[in-house]
């Protein structure tokens, strides 16, 4: 069972579309951590986000902490075919626990 | 950030083999290291903590006589696979948390291992 459940598992849109990835939990973290990891390699941190209600953005990526601080959302707008790659959600308490991530292809 | 690496990128061995991984950390001192394994198409799993100088406390389900860790100093952690088998086949991640809070972790390039 997994702690972190993510939301589509894969998604496959067209250069330009808006896609917003879902990243829910029972449990309660003190902090929630978004990745984006290519194939062969490691993962490499996109944004940490710690109080509930909180919304980072980083360029076309929109990040939001739910109020609760059992879930969170990834929006990015107007995906281009770089975005490609498996995003991965994380919460951390004592320790960190993955999601099971979104597959995310953009055709250009 | 920081930088960790891994040695090697990828290895193939024959099955009933023992591979080491190693895991360095290039920028800092680190008393504990985390072991993921990533099976093909699945999220990350936490394996085990790697401490120096202590036991490397295991989550449940995973051998510790098969994938014996050891965290000689304060920069390298190793991951040896022993008897290894085809279901060991996967791709293994180290990451290290920055110094006193692991809620950030900087993760390594990843190890393939493909068991024959």
Same mark, same amino acid.
């Given at each position: ?5 993510q ?7 067209? %250069? &330009?579309?808006?896609?917003t990835?879902?990243? #829910? ?15 062969? %390699? ?10 509930? &209600?909180?919304?980072?953005k980083?360029? /076309?990526?929109?990040? *939001? ?5 059992? +879930?969170? @959302?990834? !929006?990015?707008?107007?995906? *281009?075919?770089? +975005?490609?790659?498996?995003?991965? $959600? ?12 979104? /597959?995310?292809?953009?055709k250009? | 950030?920081?930088?960790? @690496?891994? !040695?090697?990128?990828?290895?193939? $061995?024959?099955?009933? =083999?023992?591979?080491?991984?190693? $895991?360095?950390?290039? +920028? ?21 903590? @790697? #401490?120096? &100088?202590?036991?490397? =406390? ?11 860790? #050891? !965290?000689?100093?304060?920069?390298l ?7 290894? !088998?085809?279901? +060991?086949? @996967?791709f ?12 950030? *972790? ?11």
């Amino acid at each position: 069972t997994q702690l972190l459940e993510q939301s589509p598992q894969f998604l496959s849109i067209q %250069e &330009g579309e808006n896609l917003t990835v879902y990243c #829910n939990s029972s449990s309660v973290f003190s902090s929630l951590q978004w990745y984006r990891q290519e194939p062969g %390699e490691g993962p490499v941190l996109l944004v940490t986000v710690v109080t509930g &209600g909180e919304v980072k953005k980083l360029k /076309r990526l929109t990040f *939001q902490f739910g109020d609760a601080r059992k +879930d969170s @959302s990834l !929006h990015i707008t107007a995906a *281009q075919p770089g +975005d490609t790659g498996l995003y991965l $959600c994380a919460g951390v308490n004592n320790d960190m626990r993955f999601g099971a991530g979104t /597959r995310l292809t953009v055709k250009p | 950030g920081a930088v960790v @690496s891994q !040695h090697p990128s990828r290895v193939i $061995c024959k099955s009933g =083999t023992s591979v080491k991984i190693e $895991c360095r950390s290039l +920028d800092f001192q680190a008393t504990t290291m985390f072991w993921y394994r990533q099976f093909p198409k699945q999220s990350l799993m936490l394996m085990a903590t @790697s #401490n120096e &100088g202590s036991k490397a =406390t295991y989550e449940q389900g995973v051998e510790k006589d098969k994938f014996l860790i #050891n !965290h000689a100093s304060l920069t390298l952690s190793t991951l040896t696979v022993t008897s290894a !088998h085809p279901e +060991d086949s @996967s791709f293994y991640i180290c990451s290290v948390p920055e110094t006193y809070s692991t809620d950030t *972790q900087y993760f390594g390039p990843g190890t393939r291992l493909t068991v024959l």
